[in-house]
């Protein structure tokens, strides 16, 4: 299992800083959010690349209906290059309750945007293994048939794709559908009721049997788990990672959203949690 932070919102300097200092305390990855109005998280993943060499760097996730799927290539095509392909892409049809009221022209239907990340998956794909392609959706349309290869960018690293997370709603099917054309599902759960609740080790063992069964893809999977673990005591640490890991866990990341310097600074100190769980 490997180990992420999730950072808030800072500007691109403190995420770079922190983003290194992760890095030295043995992290495996550290992650940025997106929203409707905020910094730019591609640039703080900039600065965050000629700060780092070894750690990955993710944006989770890109709220796709509010980007075109074309931009979000150029992009993250760019930081993969720069950071010696490193990048994750986690993408999602957006959380409207985070602001969309105040930008009253963006789509909030919850149908339409998943429609919209459904063909930005597709066209990323495309887009990514820098090949000829034509695609006609109901939102999307592209002609790279009709342009010189001359033009294209460059590929990005990584091949055939950048990795793409997306979440998984367990047992949504048409959630977990999407999730079979990705390479990694951030593991959610709905009840009935249409509420969200906590994902158990038994919710994942079920979504990592359902992938099984369903995925065609040859690429690895992952399955991403995200706990806020700040105040844990070392055994409560130790027994979580045990049922992950039995699970089928293989990202935990450590969701420090809302903390500030100080929290971040101990936090990223005391270790990953596998080092966390051993003191």
């Known amino acids: 299992m490997k180990y992420g932070v999730a950072l808030p919102n800072w500007d691109a300097l403190r995420i770079a800083r922190f983003a290194r200092l992760a890095e030295e305390t043995g ?25 780092t060499n070894r750690i990955r760097l993710g944006l989770m996730v890109v709220p796709m209906p509010l980007r075109r799927p074309w931009k979000v290539a150029s992009e993250t095509t760019a930081l993969d290059i720069l950071s010696g392909g490193r990048l994750i892409l986690g993408l999602g049809a957006g959380a409207v309750w985070m602001g969309w009221h105040a930008f ?42 009709q342009l010189d290869e001359q033009y294209y960018p460059p590929a990005p690293i990584q091949q055939p794709r950048i990795p793409l997370w997306i979440p998984g709603i367990w047992p949504r099917k048409k959630s977990m559908h999407r999730v079979l054309k990705c390479d990694g599902l951030l593991a959610q759960k709905m009840d009935p009721s249409g509420q969200f609740v906590n994902v158990s080790p038994a919710d994942i063992r079920e979504m990592k049997d359902y992938v099984s069964a369903n995925r065609t893809l040859a690429t690895p999977f992952d399955i991403i788990v995200e706990e806020q673990s700040l105040d844990w005591e070392p055994g409560r640490i130790q027994d979580k990672l045990g049922q992950w890991q039995e699970a089928g866990v293989t990202w935990w990341v450590e969701g420090l959203w809302g903390a500030n310097e100080a929290q971040v600074t101990a936090r990223l100190e005391k270790g990953t949690p596998a080092r966390a769980a051993s003191l």
């Open 27 to 51: 992290w495996d990855g550290a992650f940025v959010g997106d929203a409707i109005w905020t910094l730019d998280p591609t640039i703080s993943l900039a600065a965050a690349a000629l700060q």
């Open 104 to 145: 009253p022209d963006e789509m909030t239907d919850t149908k339409t945007r998943a429609e919209m990340l459904d063909e930005a998956i597709d066209i990323l794909t495309g887009l990514y293994q820098r090949k000829p392609f034509d695609f006609d959706g109901k939102h999307y349309h592209v002609r790279l048939t």
